[in-house]
């Protein structure tokens, strides 16, 4: 301990610790950058990094919904699915508007136009829900998404002839690289480099005074209304920001970069609520962090299928190996939930909260445990029949 | 501060108990083994939103396969004894998950084989792949045509996925429209006229159903499809609505896997839809495991189910074996897939044994071409691959690497509480146990 | 033909409005040069004008004019649904004549709605006018007889009461019913003579269904009345209140097979109480520890807390109980040994008109379980002293905490007695169904579209609330169109509802109002 704090004071009269975690990031970066190039690496490694990389994204986005503007939504899956599916369709059928002269098809279409048309339908859908998501607060709005995210799920589902039903829906592939190698690596530079612009939009979006209007609406609507913050405005604005962003993703991850093709079952709430344990897990409240907690949990409990312990001394077990061996199966997704609850319980800004805190030098936590709040009874869910009622 | 280390004890104190062991499998060895082994991966899905059930039966077995082997001093390649290692990967029964888990095989594991794989959807995408590497592959369960019409047949657009005209992928399991045509044969001999499909909107039961549909139009029959989601209940509405109906069904044929099958063909029965003297009730081959059986449909008697696998009465030794070590397991009768992927551990084994090699793909798949083996279902070989590459016209593309004798039958329970062991054989007529092709309800043969 | 086609939807779209703009004004003019006696109040000619016009063009407003003793409420009315249902018909025929009628109902009648609910209630509260049910009235309406909404409510700007929503509600109903009709006539729904039978039957499934579904919902809505909380974990707790009797019944059965030396098997009605018991307490406890420090005033942002803590808590549950009881199904014996309960035929004539109708038997004592359960939860809340304490908190915590009442208590209380409930639903569930782990997810999307239907917090609400989703389900199963889909899609109708609900009267059909 006193070790640490020497080490703290030598950081802070010398470099400095915001420095320091700029220099950890490009670190970091660096470290990501140089990875595929590890020969002794292989591509397995690589595709596992690529997921990683998508349901970072897809963690850090939610966390700037949910965990900045505090719009606790469930519909983050359906918005990544609608970009995927929207894409697929329009590659595989095209689609016309005789009305407005539109008229595109399979072949006038490029993947990456199938994709934009993707983005920009996640987009619109965005806006719709956002728009009747206006009235509706906290459980009230996580139950609306639960609601639209299975009613998407389930039609995707329905509707075999035209989505594949649970076979999925194979995505024009946006990469054409013979070399199995080769593609590998393009695929993983541009899922990191989605992940980091991602990211910047994500950050320039929470820093900039809008990020500001997001948090005092979180704290309280009503507040922040009336001290002139355009409620109405933020709010479609974060939800269609987001969608865009996931739909973005979600069609790229889908065109054969991270997946060959779609099925619902991704859209199901379970997997939505990893993305939300990920996000809880890594801290809410940071981007950095929910992507952080997205990436590390997914290796963890792919890592923690089977836990090896070798025996020291020598020393074997009752049946002669070295080694105990355990299947963990569903416990380590039981220890998951256990780790999450209690990281709600006693570490709210997430498992990575002091890391990323002493990195920005200052102790915010401080600051937000002294506020201590009245419990309030209608700090529920009080559903008003207007806004201004 | 106090808070967090409170936290932090609790969570190593959890961590220590997870590492609590449970013990460790290994053969014992009186055979001399190499040092390197053989590496088969097991493609299963182990986790939602897979068909977790299925998946634990299929490793479960690959992995007794692989000991049974290993206890007859596994596989002698060059006159030196290699042992097999069983590598199980999670498929989740996600496309997605599974190229990312036969990856790992290929690159990390380094395997030599591939087997399992539960849901078509994981199958097809995963195929391309093991062509690429070359990497033998004997897949024990999906139903799909097209998972065994590689490099026959193109699908969804995507070119042919091998360059040299060599193709790895195998197939023990059925193509559904194999078994399509078994509960349809059957059908139409009883002479049905007025039938209702309910099946459940996956990659198994619409494919499944389609081809099902076709065949009794083709006949004749005027058929009323039902589609219904896997996980649902509550089955009584949409039975009311077959109850409703101005005609009474002369048959009521469920494609619908899992639990689920268990909750339809049970409120069926209670409310008297089928099996009525009237209608009768055709339920999913999971009826086959009669514990789960009896325990969740227990109105369920002379129910007709499909069967895929061979029948018991004609178990061989083998067969009889594993099914007392899987009822020791888990206190039911061994399913087919089961069944399949024991088998498919053997088929590459023997494989390996003929070929000389374990990693020379090209002549592994040209001996498992010409695999002649009696295992647990019964004597595998393969009708068409690149030793007799002309499938004939009228021949469906997915007879090729498919093996054609997979045992499809007809089952009926005549008892209440009946094992499936004891159950009759009801089509074809060659494998019938008691000489009749329906028992009406109510009669005994 | 796209050109005429085109030309003749201007003209619905058009010449319809537009004849009901101009009998909306000329109309009035018949009560010039009348008795004081003879006048027909000015209202009621407008509403004629507009769906005289909108109906039947000249001819209908000609009518009108000449004969005003036509205009009454029941011509009216019969005009309005005739017109939109004929409209509707034609105008989806004509778009394309491929095109299901089904479309428009998806199209056209939400688009009018969604316009009616964004621009009526705006309108309303410009004119400074009583706008409560407003918003449901406009969007019902438009959904019902589409623009004519506009006429209804724009001018006279009515305050709109309970009937208002019912008639139009019923009217929109009907329509889909209609559109089904014309859809497939041989839809058993609509087939004549068994249809009564059948709605019937399906009327008794839902009720059946919808009285189970209730119980887990009143546990629901017990914790949301006094915490404010919608526990996330309710799935869970159902799923294990099941495993609890399902293990219980199944070493019960053992020991007792032992000591008597008989095979024994134990009725699945005590697996209730015992499930009850335990998962009662576990609800204490997960209260006392994570939700007791949110009320405590430790916790920042509350509801996003008490969100993320019961969606851990049951994410935890289902796992543990995937890895302890295998993703294996499992079931119970029966309650009772009778399959079913029949209601005969009825015959007139030696023509069966009605009936069989059938109820299976276990089903049928859950439901009398459940409702007995519910009542003696309601008799709770009335009668007993903690009962009383219970609702007096939910209605005022500080008013409660200054009689005495511990408020923190009366937390933990609602806590486990809500899980309890869950459980008890569960328990009682596990005969009919059978379980795996992942059982609660369908189940606990089902309770919260209940306690939103009803109102959250309020208990007949739940009650009510069940019904009408096992009878929406039931009939939107049964009816369907298309077979194939109907039993695919009978989740997505209570969902429908349930985002509808949401967005139109977040406070239910029996919710309170908040302030």
């Known amino acids: 301990m006193l070790a640490f704090r020497r080490f703290e004071r030598a950081i802070d009269s010398g470099i400095g610790r915001r420095k320091l975690g700029y220099l950890m990031i490009a670190l970091i970066i660096a470290f990501f950058l140089w990875f595929p190039n590890d020969t002794s690496q292989s591509n397995y490694a690589k595709t596992v990094f690529i997921s990683g990389f998508f349901y970072a994204i897809m963690s850090s986005s939610w966390a700037l919904l949910a965990g900045i503007a505090g719009q606790f939504s469930f519909g983050h899956m359906a918005f990544m699915g609608i970009g995927a599916y929207v894409a697929g369709l329009i590659a595989r059928d095209g689609v016309a508007f005789a009305m407005l002269g539109v008229n595109i098809t399979p072949e006038s279409i490029s993947s990456l136009g199938a994709i934009i048309i993707g983005t920009v339908a996640a987009g619109a859908v965005g806006l719709v829900i956002g728009w009747l998501l206006l009235r509706l607060r906290s459980a009230y709005l996580a139950l609306f998404t639960i609601a639209f995210s299975e009613l998407f799920r389930i039609i995707m589902l329905t509707e075999y002839d035209y989505t594949g039903g649970s076979n999925g829906l194979s995505l024009r592939p946006l990469l054409q690289i013979a070399d199995v190698n080769a593609a590998r690596q393009v695929e993983y530079y541009l899922m990191f480099g989605l992940l980091i612009v991602c990211l910047l939009a994500l950050y320039w979006v929470a820093n900039s005074p809008i990020g500001l209007f997001l948090r005092a609406m979180r704290e309280d609507e009503d507040a922040a209304s009336a001290l002139g913050v355009n409620v109405v405005r933020y709010k479609i604005l974060v939800f269609v920001f987001t969608s865009m962003i996931v739909g973005f993703a979600g069609a790229i991850f889908y065109s054969d970069v991270g997946s060959e093709r779609i099925i619902p079952e991704q859209l199901e709430i379970l997997q939505m609520s990893l993305i939300i344990a990920y996000a809880v897990i890594g801290g809410m409240e940071s981007l950095i962090g929910a992507a952080a907690g997205a990436f590390i949990s997914r290796y963890l409990l792919e890592a923690m299928r089977q836990v090896v312990i070798s025996l020291p001394f020598g020393l074997t077990t009752a049946d002669g190996s070295d080694a105990f061996v355990w299947d963990t199966g569903y416990w380590r997704f039981a220890l998951f939930g256990v780790v999450m609850v209690f990281t709600l319980r006693y570490m709210r800004n997430g498992l990575l909260y002091p890391i990323i805190t002493w990195f920005s030098g200052r102790d915010i936590a401080m600051k937000e445990t002294v506020s201590i709040r009245e419990s309030d009874d209608d700090e529920g869910a009080a559903p008003t029949e207007a806004d201004d009622e | 501060m106090k808070r967090i280390s409170l936290f932090i004890s609790i969570l190593a104190l959890l961590a220590l108990t997870a590492l609590l062991p449970t013990g460790a499998v290994y053969a014992d060895g009186h055979c001399e083994f190499a040092e390197d082994s053989i590496k088969i991966g097991g493609l299963v899905p182990l986790s939602a939103p897979g068909t977790v059930a299925g998946g634990v039966a299929m490793s479960w077995a690959i992995n007794r396969a692989a000991d049974d082997i290993n206890a007859a001093c596994g596989v002698a390649i060059d006159g030196v004894n290699y042992a097999i290692e069983i590598v199980i990967g999670d498929s989740e029964g996600s496309p997605e998950r599974g190229q990312a888990v036969v990856e790992r095989f290929i690159l990390e594991d380094e395997v030599d084989a591939v087997t399992g794989v539960y849901h078509s959807a994981v199958g097809l995408a995963t195929m391309g792949m093991l062509d690429e590497n070359r990497i033998p592959t004997v897949f024990s369960e999906p139903w799909n045509d097209n998972v065994s019409a590689n490099g026959i047949m193109e699908y969804d657009g995507r070119p042919p996925r091998n360059a040299d005209g060599v193709d790895h992928v195998f197939r023990v399991s059925p193509a559904s429209s194999m078994v399509g045509s078994v509960v349809v044969d059957w059908l139409l001999d009883l002479g049905v006229g007025n039938v209702v499909i309910i099946a459940e909107n996956t990659d198994y039961g619409q494919p499944a159903a389609a081809d099902e549909l076709a065949r009794f139009e083709a006949a004749g029959a005027t058929v009323t499809q039902i589609n219904v989601e896997l996980g649902t209940e509550d089955f009584v509405p949409i039975l009311s609505r077959i109850q409703a109906s101005a005609e009474t069904p002369d048959v009521v044929r469920v494609i619908v896997t899992g639990e689920t099958s268990f909750n339809l063909t049970q409120q069926m029965a209670e409310l008297g839809i089928a099996p009525t003297e009237d209608t009768i009730c055709v339920t999913n081959q999971v009826a086959f495991q009669s514990e789960q059986y009896w325990q969740n449909v227990p109105d369920g008697n002379y129910c007709a189910f499909n069967r895929v696998g061979i029948i018991p009465s004609l178990f061989s030794d083998t067969a009889v074996e594993l099914n007392e070590a899987y009822f020791e397991e888990f206190e039911d009768i061994v399913p087919s897939y089961a069944m399949a992927s024991y088998d498919a551990v053997w088929i590459i084994a023997d494989g390996m044994a003929r070929a000389g090699s374990m990693s020379d793909g090209a002549a592994i798949v040209a001996a498992i071409e010409t695999t002649d083996l009696d295992l647990s279902q019964g004597r595998y070989y393969f009708e068409y691959g690149n030793h007799n590459p002309d499938l004939p016209e009228g021949t469906p593309a997915f007879m090729w690497h498919q093996w054609p004798d997979p045992v499809v039958t007809m089952m009926q329970y005549f008892e209440q509480g009946q094992s499936s062991l004891d159950a009759a054989v009801i089509f074809p007529v060659v494998y019938q146990t008691h000489g009749s092709s329906y028992i009406a309800p109510g009669t005994s043969p | ?515």
Request: net charge neutral; with cysteine.
């Open chain 3, 1 to 515: 033909m796209v050109i005429e086609d085109t030309l003749f939807v201007l003209w619905l779209l058009l010449a319809g409005p537009l004849w009901a703009t101009v009998g909306l004004f000329i109309l009035p003019g018949v009560n010039q040069g009348r008795g004081e006696k003879e006048q027909v109040p000015a209202t009621t000619l407008k509403i004629a004008g507009l769906v005289g016009g909108f109906a039947l063009g000249p001819v209908g407003l000609g009518l009108f004019y000449l004969e005003p003793t036509l205009i009454r409420r029941s011509s009216l009315t019969l005009g309005v649904v005739l017109t939109v249902f004929l409209s509707s018909q034609v105008l989806a025929r004509i778009v394309d004549p491929n095109l299901p009628a089904a479309l428009w109902l998806l199209l056209a009648g939400p688009l009018w709605a969604a316009l009616a609910a964004y621009f009526i209630p705006r309108h309303y509260r410009d004119l400074e006018a009583d706008d409560q049910n407003a918003l449901t009235a406009a969007a019902l309406g438009g959904f019902a007889i589409g623009p004519l909404i506009f006429g209804l409510m724009w001018k006279t700007v009515p305050k709109v009461n309970r009937d208002w929503m019912i008639s139009l509600g019923a009217l929109g109903a009907w329509q889909i019913y209609a559109l089904f009709a014309i859809q497939n006539p041989a839809n058993p729904c609509v087939a004549l003579p068994y249809a009564a039978t059948y709605l019937t039957q399906q009327t008794a499934n839902g009720i059946v269904i919808g009285c189970i579904y209730s119980l887990m919902a009143v546990g629901l809505t017990l914790i949301y009345s006094v915490q404010g909380v919608v526990s996330f974990a309710h799935g869970q707790l159902y799923m294990v209140g099941g495993y609890f009797s399902f293990y219980f019944l199944l070493h019960a059965g053992n020991v007792l097979s032992e000591l008597t030396g008989t095979e024994v098997s134990v009725n699945p009605i005590w697996g209730i109480p015992v499930a009850a018991v335990i998962v009662f307490v576990m609800g204490a406890i997960f209260e006392r520890v994570f939700l007791k420090p949110m009320h405590e005033g430790l916790i920042e942002r509350v509801s996003e807390y008490a969100i993320l803590i019961t969606f851990g808590f049951g994410f935890f549950l289902e796992y543990t109980t995937l890895a302890i009881a295998g993703p294996f199904p499992q079931k119970t014996d029966r309650f009772i040994q009778i399959r079913r309960f029949t209601l005969d035929r009825f015959h007139f004539n030696d023509e069966v008109f009605f009936g069989p109708i059938h109820i299976i038997g276990d089903r049928a004592f859950a439901m009398v379980v459940g409702v007995a359960l519910i009542f003696a939860l309601l008799y709770f809340l009335q009668r007993s002293w903690t009962g009383r304490a219970l609702r007096a908190t939910s209605q005022d915590r500080q008013a409660a905490a200054v009689t005495g009442i511990n408020p923190t208590n009366m937390n933990t209380l609602s806590f486990a007695m809500g899980s309890m409930l869950a459980a008890m639903s569960g328990a009682a569930l596990i005969p009919i169904f059978n379980w795996v782990p992942w059982v609660g997810a369908e189940m606990v999307g089902r309770s919260y579209v209940i306690v939103v239907l009803g109102g959250l917090g309020s208990v007949p609400g739940a009650l009510a609330g069940g019904i009408i989703v096992g009878i929406v389900e039931a009939l939107g199963a049964g009816c369907h169109p298309d077979p194939s889909r109907g039993a695919a899609y009978k989740e997505a109708f209570a969902l429908v509802i349930f985002a509808l609900v949401l967005l139109l009267k977040p406070t239910g059909l029996f919710g309170r109002e908040q302030h």
